[in-house]
Every structure is written in C-alpha cells, then in structure tokens.
C-alpha cells in the first residue's frame, strides 16, 4: 500500500513532529539567549545606579508600597497593549523585536550621555521600562505559540532559567568592569550597549514567527479583544484566582527589607539576598516546569504559593537567624519556579492562538491589580500595627484566597481538542 | 539555521571586539593619567624629603619592603600610615623615618591603627570585597590570620593594652558630610579571641532618649579610654553627640558633649573632636574634667579622625587636591601643635591614616 510504505519509511526525511520540535527548540533557544543577553544589559546598569536604592530607602514603608504598586499598574498597561498590537497584526515577533530594539537603542543614548549627568540616565531608564512592558506580552505569545501544549510549562521554565541567569550574571559583569577600569561607567555602559544588540540580534534573526492557524476574527482595538478575551470563562476564572492570590502577595522588596532590618543576619550578605532567590529559581525553572506538564499546571501553581505561605509563616518566628533567613529566600525560590512561568503556561493551555498575546497579558494584568493593592495595604499595616499582625494577616489572607484558587481553578474546563 | 546562527556569531564578535576595544582604550588612559600622577606625587615627596634637615635613615641596607617583627623594632612616637603615593605602591602600610622619608610594608590597608604590640587593619580584598585583620608588630605575617569580611571602612582603633579593636564602616554612603543619609556600623571586636564581637547597636544606652534606639540613628567613631572603656560618636540627622561605653557590661551612656569622631589624647585629659560648621568640620578640644571646648587653630575641614602623636601635637589627613581624585585619590598628613597657638605642618606628604605607636 502507498500510505503504508510512506508510514513505514521515514529514514531520510524529516518526521512532521520532529520537525515540530526543531522549531521548538530554535524559539525558545532564540528567546531564551536574547532575555539572558538583555537582562545582563540592563542588571548591569541598576547595579551602578545609586538612584534606586538611596530613593528605596528614603521611601516610608506606606511611600515605598505605593510608589511599587503604581510602577506595576502601569507597566501592566503597557503589557496588554503589547499583547493586543502583537495579536492584531498576527506578528508577535515583530512587536517583541520592537520592544528588545528600543531598550538596546537606550543603552546607546546611555552610553553617549553618560559623561553627563544623572537626568539622562533617569529618562533612558523610562525608556527601557517602556520597551520592556511592550515586548513582555509577545515574546510569552511567541513561547506559548512555539511548542505544543504539553510542554509549555517546561518551555517557560526554559526561558525563565536563562533570562534570571542573564539578571545574575548582570552585576558581576559590572563589578568586574569595574574592577578593570575604576570608577569608569562609561565602560560599563559600552559593555551594555553590546549586549544588548546581541540580544537583540537573537530575536530578529533566530525567532521565528509561527503561522496561526485559528483565523483571526477581525481587526479588534485593545478594550474589544480584553471583552473578548475575558468572555471565555476559563480565562476568566484562571485571572480571578491568580488575582486573589496576588492581592495577598507581600512584594520581594519588602521580604528582602525585613530579613535586612529584623535578621541578625550579617549585613556583608544583604546584596546576596537576591541572588539566593535567584539561584533558586535558576536551577529549579525546568524541573518544576515539566513536572507542571506532567503532573498539573494548577496543582504545581497552588502548591508553589504554599511555599510562599511557608516563608511568611517562617518570617513570623520570633528570632530571624542567618539560616532563617536562606531558608525564606530558598522558598522564595521554589515559589517563583511554580508560579512565574506556570501562570502564562496555564493560561496559554486555554486559550485559542489568535489571542494569546492579550490572555497572557491579562494574567499579568491581573497579578498586577492584586499587587497594586497589596503593596501599600502591607505597608500600612506594617506601619500602624507593626509586623508581626501584618505578617500574620497576610500569612491567614493567603491562605483564604489559595483556597479560594483552587476552587476556581478546579472549575476550568478543558477542551479535549 | 547554519547561517543566521554564524551571522549573530558575528555580530556577537563585532559588538564584544568594539566594546572590549573601547574598555581597553579607557584603561590605557587611566593608566597613563595614573602614571602621571605617580611621577607628580614622588617629585613632591623628594622634595618635601630633601627640605629636611634630619639625616638620612639609618638602616644599613634597607629591604625592598618591610614585614611586621623581622624588620623594624616599634619605639614610641613611631608614626605608621598608608602611603597614597598613587601607583602599584598606593594604600601599601609604611613607616615615616625622623628625615621624612618612608620605609613601606608588604602589607595593603585602607586605614590602619596601633598600640601595644597589636595592629589593626580595614581593608580592600578584590572587587567590593572588604577586611578587618589584626597584625602582630612583633611578628611577621601569618596567612589568613584573624580576618573576618567586613564593609567599606571608615575608622580603625586599638585599645591601648591592645586587647580590643573598634571598627567604623560604612552599610551604605561613604562620607560623614551627607548628613542622615549614610548609615554605618560600629564593631568591637576582642583580639584574643577573633569570634568574640559586638555591635554597638546591640549596647543598652542607659538614657531614656528615644533618640538613641531610633532605627534611623547612626553609631561611629570610637576612641579608647582603656582597654574596656571607650567613647563613641551617636547622630540622628544632625543631632550628632558623644557617649562613653563599657565593653564588660555592654552599656553606654551620654556625655552630653557634642561633635563625632573623638580621639582621646595619650595623657586621658583631652577629646578632639570633628564639629559640623555649615559644609565643614572643625576641629575643637574638650577637656575631659571640666568639659571646656577650645576650637583649634585649623581652618580647613578636616574629615578625618586625628591621631594624636603626643601630648600636644595631632596628625591628620587631607585631600591633596581640591578636586579629590576618583581613582587613587591622594592625600597629606599634617601635624598640629594645639599648646603653643601654631599653624599647621606638612607632616608626610601622599599619606593617610597616621597611626602613632605607644608601647
């Protein structure tokens, strides 16, 4: 039989699927590389920018949440219309590309300004924010729409990886610059505007857009393609549990402020707290992810915000000891693996392809809304009644509202497609 | 994919070979600025040698550099800074000679103190990372003996039976001149016993002013009184005051004398200390006894906490350079007599963080 042969010879051609996978893996690899090269660009500048932690510390506690909750609400704007550009124009790469293309070109402007002042610095940094609430929404589009469904926890987990080793690697290549050529930013710089041009340089010309192949309906403006997108009752339910769950995440900033203020924790390791939060979440990205794919995406997710609920519960304890405090930043770790690539993961299993930039965006809309209230609520607790009542109400609200997710989540229908 | 994979491999190669380029070209030019520094700051220190009258060091045939204990026998009224000659010998400990000159140490501190046989030093390890170390005088150097990581360092004492160090450094900031914005930490540390130390911050300050456990205020500047008793610098924003502290019972109480920095004379009569006067720090006595203040005849703003190289003539340092410089930047010391009402002396040119040796 002709079909029966054809079936049974697949030496010398390329089987479908694994062609399928070549693309996969050419797209996450291609991303991947371009977050790792961009992140060293820019954590390299923050490490040299005494702006952000002299005006961190000055904040009061009630200041200091507002000012993060505001920063998110708007960057979780400028996502959802990255997201919903990237759907109408079917073109996720382009959008995404735009968004890496001007974060590089402000390393530019940086590194011709930097023998001025700190003005330009503080508006090119406006721009790069810019640049990255546009290119977020796409360039998780791009992932979700690179690989099948059963893995795309495990490819988010992927891309995770290699865009927070790019944020660790960022200050050491500073520090080292630095240790090169005392004292001379401008070096720094230079060494920013290179990489991130090969970042750039990734997505242009490795990624690749893929063809969708549910037809796009027609030719939406950002409220319609949200009503749209928030009609489908599963995205609507997944959003109304990551937004609960949110509303009761206290913000790393302020975990980080209180191992620094409450720990007997040497002070010499306070710029190592990120980094054990990092390394963390760097090794267990990928594992975690495909044990999502495997296992339960919502399962992973609600179990990761009970690592979360450890660490509060951990932070509750009377003495904060130096082991306390790797423990909360240890759990901190896992809880990020679980949550921050799953999230877009369980997201883009539900949602049609024509759509995924604004569903993703939306998710991250949502998280930023429940962010946006717990930050400066936290603070004012932590003010009025002190934090031990602060952390013991947010400890038992999260709690209520995982229970809450997981009613929620357990409502999701599937689609067997 | 062959090919977009070699043209981003290209792109790659072009973009580090520019950037890699340009850095080398800014550390050439460091280099030779640095180089020109070098050549300055010796011409000076020649001549500032050759204007003294003293003759000439007396050891026979002097060793490239000094080791602590198998080079030099430490007599009272020997002065040991840290040379800022900028150059491959910069923050290299060294020993100033009766003519002026000065013999240097294979041993790098950023600010250095002594007395009895113990010497105390804060300094800069690699890239950001910093130490505290005690040296033995009387011994040549042990590897890795008695250090511990510490932050940027500010301020370095000994006790006089050198049996305890205080050290001052910076959490974040680096000057006493922002005022409310830097933070620092102040640790005692027993030289016995190298895991035995305290924070300041942990001292119950037996005063009911609030102001000494807001979380804002800052602890810094110690001076020993002996080896237990000390005083200690305590500021709120500009509210900026003295305690006098006990090691043994972990207590501090106010003084109620005003400035920072104190440093008590040999003789136990007299603080000088560092007095905010608008943008600058002046310098004024306080006689312990009767608490008199007495501003000294220096009109510069001196930053530093002086050291006292007898009874009545302190040392301190300046910047060389009005414009202090980003890189290596170079410093003087000086010498003050506060008795007899004259002007400031050219100590040791290129040199910082006098530390005067009492047995």
Not at chain 1, 5 to 30: C, D, E, L, M, Y
Not at chain 2, 303 to 324: C, F, G, R, V
Request: proline share 4%; glycine share 8%; hydrophobic share 45%.
């Amino acid at each position: 039989m002709y079909l029966a042969s054809v079936r049974k010879k697949p030496t010398g051609t390329q089987p479908a699927t694994s062609n399928q996978n070549q693309h996969i893996h050419r797209n996450i690899f291609a991303l991947g590389f371009t977050s790792l090269f961009t992140d060293i660009s820019s954590e390299m500048i923050v490490a040299i920018t005494p702006l952000y932690l002299t005006s961190a510390l000055g904040f009061s506690y009630l200041s200091y949440g507002l000012f993060e909750g505001a920063y998110q609400g708007a960057n979780a704007s400028l996502r959802l219309w990255g997201g919903a550009l990237s759907d109408r124009h079917q073109n996720h790469k382009r959008i995404a590309a735009t968004g890496y293309g001007i974060s590089a070109f402000t390393r530019v402007g940086l590194f011709l300004t930097s023998f001025l002042t700190w003005l330009p610095i503080t508006l090119f940094l406006l721009a790069d924010r810019v640049g990255k609430g546009l290119r977020v929404a796409p360039r998780d589009a791009l992932i979700s729409l690179s690989v099948s469904k059963d893995r795309l926890a495990t490819a988010f987990g992927a891309h995770r990886a290699m865009d927070t080793f790019g944020a660790l690697l960022g200050p050491i290549v500073a520090y080292l610059l630095l240790e090169v050529t005392p004292g001379a930013y401008e070096s720094v710089f230079a060494m920013s505007v290179a990489t991130a041009f090969i970042g750039l340089s990734f997505i242009i010309f490795l990624a690749q857009q893929p063809v969708i192949k549910t037809k796009i309906q027609a030719k939406k403006n950002l409220l319609a393609s949200l009503k749209q997108t928030l009609a489908d009752s599963n995205t609507r339910l997944v959003c109304l549990a990551v937004a609960a769950v949110s509303f009761m995440t206290i913000s790393d900033s302020f975990l980080y402020l209180i191992i620094f203020q409450e720990s007997s924790m040497d002070k010499v390791f306070f710029p190592l707290l990120f980094s054990g939060t990092a390394v963390t979440y760097l090794v267990l990205a990928v594992p975690i992810g495909s044990l999502a794919d495997k296992f339960s995406k919502t399962a992973v997710f609600l179990a990761g915000n009970l690592f979360l609920l450890a660490a509060y519960i951990l932070l509750l304890t009377t003495s904060i000891s130096t082991t306390i405090g790797l423990a909360t930043l240890g759990l901190l770790g896992v809880y990020y693996a679980a949550t921050d690539g799953v999230v877009p993961a369980i997201i883009s299993s539900l949602t049609p392809e024509d759509s995924r930039g604004v569903a993703i965006a939306s998710s991250t809309l949502a998280i930023s809304l429940g962010k946006l209230i717990a930050a400066p609520l936290f603070g004012l607790l932590w003010q009025q009644f002190g934090l031990p009542l602060a952390l013991s109400l947010f400890s038992g609200g999260l709690f209520i509202t995982l229970v809450f997710a997981y009613f929620s989540l357990s409502k999701i229908q599937v689609a067997h497609a | 994919m062959k090919k977009q994979v070699l043209l981003i491999t290209a792109i790659a190669l072009v973009l580090m070979l520019g950037a890699g380029g340009y850095i080398l070209n800014v550390r050439s030019q460091q280099n030779k600025d640095l180089a020109a520094r070098n050549q300055e700051a010796s011409e000076r220190v020649a001549s500032f040698e050759s204007s003294k009258t003293a003759p000439r060091s007396t050891l026979a045939s002097p060793p490239e550099e000094l080791s602590f204990g198998a080079d030099v026998d430490f007599e009272q009224g020997d002065v040991l800074v840290v040379n800022r000659v900028p150059g491959d010998d910069y923050g290299k400990l060294a020993l100033r000679n009766d003519d002026g000159s000065r013999e240097l140490f294979d041993k790098t501190c950023t600010r250095v103190h002594l007395a009895a046989h113990t010497g105390f030093c804060l300094g800069e390890r690699g890239i950001s990372a910093y130490v505290a170390e005690f040296f033995d005088l009387t011994k040549p150097d042990l590897p890795k003996r008695d250090e511990w990581n510490t932050i940027l360092p500010s301020r370095a004492q000994v006790s006089p039976g050198g049996l305890w160090t205080a050290s001052t450094v910076f959490a974040s900031g680096t000057s006493y001149q922002d005022v409310g914005n830097f933070s620092t930490f102040v640790e005692f540390a027993s030289v016995e016993n190298v895991n035995r130390r305290w924070g300041a911050r942990n001292f119950k300050v037996e005063s009911d002013d609030p102001k000494y456990v807001d979380p804002e205020g800052n602890f810094w500047g110690v001076t020993f009184i002996d080896d237990d008793q000390f005083y200690i610098t305590h500021g709120l924003g500009t509210d900026i005051d003295i305690l006098k502290g006990t090691i043994s019972t972990r207590t501090l109480e106010p003084t109620g004398w005003l400035g920072s920095c104190p440093s008590l004379s040999p003789d136990g009569s007299t603080l000088v200390v560092k007095e905010m006067d608008g943008e600058n720090f002046q310098l004024v006595t306080i006689d312990v006894a009767t608490g008199e203040r007495t501003p000294l005849g220096e009109t510069r703003s001196v930053d530093d906490q002086i050291n006292w190289m007898s009874d009545d003539t302190i040392l301190y340092a300046l910047h060389t350079n009005e414009k202090p410089e980003e890189i290596q930047p170079e410093f003087d010391i000086w010498s003050l007599n506060i008795t007899d009402g004259s002007e400031p002396e050219l100590f040791l040119p290129n040199a910082d963080s006098p530390a005067t040796y009492f047995p």
